[in-house]
């Protein structure tokens, strides 16, 4: 079984933290810096994180989340959000890529065309992305934290706009979940939940 096999197999969802212990900001950019590298449409990256570990502020999130305890014993709380503006990036993203020569003027100029041509206007579609790429990037992110010893929960159990309020996010932003990052305080591994078995969700043609 390889490395990466085992780690998705150990990763679990944890409900209550060790308190008390904290995760050093240069050990969550260590993370970031390879969440940073997973897959957005036309790599338009539409995550942005607000990592919360000051205690005032995380009982904020807390309150907003219907007070789940799991947030008060969390090392940091991190909000996980898309930006529904994120096309209007494109050409700084490309740009690169033309001064490099790796894509000719003809192909920037059609592919900003297509980008703003899917986005602009479709305020249904620019909110769905938000939500597809960044729950993309934070998976990838839990999959990192636990690589590196850390243990999380996805939440999708908040108010939005408490945590809209908390945060002064502006209405591009939106929250697509909580992760509640620390050290599992579990006693005993408890069993798995029942999966699946392949042939109930997966059909090959």
Known sequence: MSAFSELVQARRSANNFVEGIKIP????????SLTRLAPS?????????????DED??????????????????SAVIVVLGDKNAYLQASEIYSGLKMLGAMSEDAFDQTIADIHGAYSGNDAFQHDEAIRNASLSAMQFMLIAKDKGWDTCPMIGFDVQAVKAA?????????????????DNKHKIRPRGYRKPVNEFVEFF
Request: no cysteine.
């Open 167 to 183: 945060l002064n996010l502006s209405d591009n932003m939106v929250p697509v979940m909580l992760i509640t990052i620390g050290k």
């Open 57 to 74: 502020l995380k009982e904020k999130i807390r309150e907003a989340a219907y007070g789940q305890y799991k947030i008060h014993t969390a």
């Open 25 to 32: 900001q240069s050990e969550l950019e260590e993370m970031f």
């Open 41 to 53: 449409a036309y790599n338009l990256q539409h995550t942005h994180y607000k990592v919360v570990s």
